[in-house]
């Protein structure tokens, strides 16, 4: 149990272009979902926090018109990155738990985020 | 401030037993986290610990001290896929993961 998928799992896009993460958990609902980016060599860095139904709430220094996210049912939550440029170039991984805050935060197996 | 302490790296044998210690500080305390991460992979969840004392998982363990703000992760007849980093995560009083960078866990044959 307690499966988080994440697609794509590679992308590659130029510079400009709009990038549209999807993050599903397969097997239980997701009350709460998880954005992170990881740099290599580096600890994982919360973007930014989703409940079902209302909007994230963003980590200081993430820009919110840059990184949309969109937590549309239990079992969804989509992170797009808007008019991307190298500097956005990383590991993308989702997480999601359910109903209970201390309930255990499960990983999806991440996107890399390639832009030219 | 938030922070936790870990070994950078450890390295160890394969059949051995390793412990990896974690000290940290925390506004307010609602558990502590293991995950192991594989180098480019997302990290999987090991053990869950809210109370002081011992939780055993097959060849894990994980410790608990709240008083001392320190936890150890106990891995036992290592295994070359054990070859991983390993994060401590604490839980705040938001209950939101503070996380560091890990312990990079080596195993030799």
């Known amino acids: 149990g307690a499966v988080v998928s994440q697609h794509p799992s590679w992308v590659i896009c130029k510079s400009g272009t709009s990038v549209k993460i999807e993050c599903r958990s397969l097997d239980f609902q997701a009350t709460t979902m998880f954005w992170y980016r990881q740099f290599p060599k580096q600890s994982l860095m919360l973007m930014a926090t989703s409940n079902e139904g209302s909007k994230a709430t963003y980590e200081q220094g993430v820009e919110k018109d840059k990184f949309l996210i969109n937590h549309a049912s239990l079992t969804l939550s989509t992170l797009t990155v808007t008019s991307a440029h190298p500097e956005d170039s990383s590991f993308y991984i989702c997480?999601?738990?359910?109903?209970?805050?201390?309930?255990?935060?499960?990983f999806g197996p991440g996107t890399r985020l390639l832009v030219l | 401030g938030q922070n936790i302490d870990q070994p950078t790296e450890m390295t160890a044998t394969e059949g051995a037993i390793v412990q990896i210690n974690c000290t940290y500080q925390?506004?307010?305390?609602?558990?502590l986290f293991w995950y192991q991460q594989h180098a480019g992979e997302a990290p999987t969840f090991l053990s869950y610990n809210v109370l002081d004392g011992l939780e055993e998982k097959g060849r894990f363990s994980s410790f608990l001290s709240r008083s001392k703000g320190y936890s150890y992760l106990l891995l036992k007849e290592l295994q070359m896929k054990d070859s991983a980093s390993y994060l401590c995560a604490p839980m705040d009083s938001n209950y939101q993961l503070i996380w560091g960078a890990g312990t990079k866990l080596i195993i030799k044959p």
């Open positions: 925390t506004s307010g305390f609602n558990g």
């Open positions: 997480s999601a738990r359910g109903r209970d805050a201390q309930e255990t935060q499960y």
